[in-house]
């Protein structure tokens, strides 16, 4: 299979849920409407920052469905699903329904509870998986912060090469530039590296990344798109001045509890998608109060998607 290298800001969606924590795929095609007219290039549905871990088989089918039913018409708008990797056989089957129904691509992770010993062993569980839709792009999403697993991705790249047709590249979501470039560097380019780490986008772009998967690509494309430019045109100083911006956005999330911040960010842009699942801790009315006002102390509205 050719492996084709995605370009531009994929985001990583919230999956939305009601007031009382239930799915709510109804609010999906309002988001796919959201993502494209802010320029987005696609969607990698069901991973971290849309809970997929706390989502059941059945729930992260429906969420497939109702971003395919909206989305597949789209060539330019490519959907990623993330398929878990604790129990291969529910990789699989999610795999298996994410072709039928005409999504893109699929993505797996280590093992996180019983991990792979070695990369070896990584490189089997992704053959088992990718073996299962020979003719979808299968990436390893590498995150290793949440995962504990921390196998150089270089290594994995080289176990895999002439092993599985269908491995199209990596989101990487992690800080080792050097394992980055040398990804980025084998066989002239073969295979699709995706950043994943917004806070450092503009060290990526400098080591050739065209592609990215980021949280934060929901709420504020715009600040990322004129990031990409003025790396682009030579304006480095333009450009580390927006990654600041970028890295002054994300510290909120830090200050207000983590991941489910991006849901209050994406509260202040119009879009309510609901609360996070425990055992993510929410924010009170009172912190979305203060946190409201720390947004508006970054001139959010400058730069947020609409």
């Avoid at 002239?188 to 917004?198: A, I, N, Q, S, T």
């Avoid at 715009?222 to 990654?243: C, G, M, S, V």
Wanted: hydrophobic residues 40%; glycine residues 8%.
């Amino acid at each position: 299979m050719k492996t084709t290298h995605l370009q531009g800001l994929i985001a990583a969606p919230f999956t939305p849920f009601d007031a009382n924590g239930q799915l709510d795929c109804s609010r999906i095609p309002e988001y796919y409407s959201f993502l494209k007219r802010n320029k987005v290039t696609g969607a990698f549905i069901n991973g971290s920052t849309g809970e997929g871990v706390s989502l059941t088989l059945e729930e992260k089918k429906a969420v497939a469905q109702a971003w395919a039913d909206c989305s597949n018409h789209d060539a330019d708008f490519k959907v990623m699903v993330f398929l878990g990797g604790t129990c291969l056989n529910d990789c699989i089957d999610l795999a298996k329904h994410a072709y039928e129904i005409g999504l893109y691509a699929v993505s797996l992770t280590a093992p996180f509870y019983f991990k792979p010993a070695n990369v070896e062993m990584l490189s089997q569980a992704c053959i088992m998986v990718g073996e299962s839709v020979p003719n979808m792009p299968l990436y390893y999403y590498h995150i290793p912060v949440l995962t504990g697993v921390n196998i150089p991705m270089f290594d994995l790249i080289q176990a895999l090469d002439g092993q599985l047709d269908n491995f199209a590249g990596v989101k990487y979501t992690h800080e080792d530039f050097m394992d980055f470039q040398s990804c980025m560097s084998y066989k002239d380019g073969k295979y699709d590296m995706l950043w994943g780490r917004d806070e450092n986008m503009l060290s990526a772009l400098v080591l050739g990344a065209k592609g990215a998967v980021g949280s934060t690509f929901n709420y504020a494309a715009p600040l990322y798109h004129d990031l990409i430019a003025a790396f682009e045109n030579n304006n480095l100083t333009k450009a580390r001045e927006l990654q600041q911006k970028s890295i002054n956005m994300i510290r909120l999330l830090g200050k207000y509890g983590g991941i489910s911040v991006g849901k209050s960010y994406m509260k202040v842009t119009g879009l309510n998608l609901g609360d996070f699942r425990l055992p993510v801790k929410n924010m009170t009315a009172s912190q979305f109060e203060a946190f409201q006002k720390d947004v508006q102390s970054l001139d959010f509205k400058s730069f947020k998607s609409n």
